[in-house]
């Protein structure tokens, strides 16, 4: 399984860009980058996910540098609301069981 | 979107009982649907993975015979804890793949055992 590796936690002023890291340089080529956010006592949330290209949506920019092992979460304009734990998760598959792994994730604090 | 409704939100029971957690796929059709538990302060760990119509896929280490899992249909998909004791004590999550995600989670169930 390709392993993720993420700061254990940041903070970043209300109303600038959040950029988040993620280490997976042990990730396959067939393997999709998936972000997920988890706000205390609920369950997690889906942000984004991209393969190798580049990726924005509504809540954040995905950029996956072009040798595949890392990747950064852009949240452009943070809000209070977006502190929570932040997910980078590699989408293992493995004959058609398609998980996602959790790791330890990073806890972004958002500072009025 | 894709909405999972997972109940109860929370339960109490006492030790040596049994509970009953449902996960249920609200406006898609979800083959696999996924189980996790988490203890505070910590990630989330994937106890099993639940097809419909046919038998779980269990972690290393997560016991199946006190985890029952049943994916009767497309819809939904049910956790039993067996013989419930104070470490069972958790966060259980349900994930659902389908919908626009891929993957979608439900709220969660707070269970304490007492």
Not at chain 1, 32 to 56: A, C, D, F, M
Not at chain 1, 67 to 79: G, Q, V, W
Not at chain 2, 3 to 30: M, N, Y
Request: proline share 4%; with cysteine.
């Amino acid at each position: 399984d390709a392993k993720t590796t993420q700061p254990t936690s940041m903070d970043c002023a209300e109303g600038r860009a959040a950029n988040l890291p993620c280490n997976h340089s042990t990730i396959s080529g067939n393997e999709y980058v998936y972000w997920y956010r988890q706000i205390h006592s609920q369950g997690p949330q889906y942000i984004i996910h991209g393969l190798k290209n580049n990726e924005t949506n509504e809540m954040a920019s995905l950029i996956i540098t072009e040798d595949r092992k890392s990747s950064t979460l852009i949240l452009p304009h943070a809000t209070l609301r977006d502190t929570a734990v932040y997910y980078c998760i590699v989408r293992v598959s493995n004959f058609g069981n398609e998980k996602l792994t959790f790791g330890t994730g990073t806890r972004l604090t958002i500072i009025p | 979107g894709a909405v999972v409704s997972q109940h109860p939100s929370w339960v109490i029971c006492k030790s040596g009982t049994s509970v009953k957690i449902e996960c249920r796929s609200l406006d898609f059709q979800a083959t696999t649907m996924f189980w996790y538990r988490q203890f505070p302060k910590q990630s989330l760990m994937l106890m099993a993975t639940s097809n419909e119509g046919s038998k779980a896929t269990y972690e290393q280490g997560v016991e199946k015979d006190k985890f029952l899992i049943n994916h009767a249909s497309l819809t939904l998909s049910t956790l039993t804890v067996t013989s419930a004791h104070p470490e069972d004590s958790s966060f259980y999550i349900c994930s659902a793949r389908g919908g626009g995600s891929g993957y979608t989670f439900g709220s969660g169930t707070r269970l304490t055992v007492v």
